[in-house]
């Protein structure tokens, strides 16, 4: 709901902005008209807006004494087209932010009301597991960086590197054999951490880091039950009877699915440990004849 909370908000913003560009325009429009007024009144023409060189210039090419009130009716129609273009690009960006929330809404609409219990039961205990995982995973990348420091400050050390020195090309070599170059450094935290938990590190403030976990696995948890509910639907057409379909003690989801077109039967492989990886798990579904 967060993301799709976070959707309106940008609606609602660009549809403010759409409507201060309408504005402008209007405004731009009213203040026209009178300089359009100012010019006629004292060329004492008819102003044609789209051949306004010639209230400016005589055949001759000598400037009229309204030559400025004509420059004033350019300048004005000038913002009014610049204005136009700033609202295009407006409902552009719009139509934009409409879309995605659409697409939230119709992705959240499908998982409320076409997901059965027990799938929706099973990707929640995955997040959960995968939030402890990379929270301990975190704490643990904090040791490692730690011990990885004293590492290579110890190495420099005995290679008489001084503090804030560039290594020479010999003792970079040293270091780079030893792996605490700062080419293998940031290769071995990247191994060790993960693109995850490299970004949770960036993040200084706990309440902030552990907000952002919870929002991008909540944003994988839809992601993985669409596509396993697709891969289902592929199978058996439109769920009709799911309950069959059981998460076992080892949080697997196994069991038979029934639908529109048959039966499939839905067996989970699942894998990971605490100081290997983040539990995953791949999902068959094969159909029953």
Known sequence: ?????????????????????????????KQLVKKIATLE???????????MDSYKWDENGKSYDYYWEACDVC????????????????????????EKLDAEME?????????????????????????????????DYQVFKQRLDEEEKE????????????????????????EL????????????AGGTILYMDSIYKEEERLAWLDKTLEADKKAKTIDLINRINHV???????????????????????????KAKVETIGAGGWNIQCFHYRTLVHEVK
């Open 181 to 192: 170059d700062w080419k293998s450094i940031q290769a071995r935290k990247a191994n060790f």
């Open 236 to 262: 058996v057409g439109a769920i009709t009877d799911a309950s069959n379909l059981k998460v076992s003690n080892a949080g697997n989801l196994n069991g038979i699915i029934t639908g529109t077109k048959g």
């Open 41 to 51: 009144s004292k060329s004492g023409k008819t102003v044609d807006i789209q051949n």
């Open 75 to 98: 300048s004005k129609l000038d913002d009014i087209k610049g204005a136009k273009k700033k609202l295009a690009e407006a409902e552009r960006v719009l139509g934009n932010w409409i």
């Open 1 to 29: 709901m967060a993301k799709i909370e976070n959707l309106k908000t940008r609606v609602q913003k660009s549809q403010e902005t759409v409507e201060k560009r309408k504005a402008t325009i209007a405004r731009h429009e």
């Open 107 to 139: 992705k959240e609409d499908f998982i409320n009301n076409d997901v059965p219990q027990v799938i929706k039961d099973f990707l929640e205990a995955w997040k959960v597991m995968a939030y402890e995982w990379h929270i301990k995973r975190f704490n």
């Open 155 to 178: 190495a420099k050390a005995e290679l008489g590197i001084e503090k804030h020195r560039f290594p020479t090309r010999a003792q970079e070599k040293v270091l780079k054999e030893k």
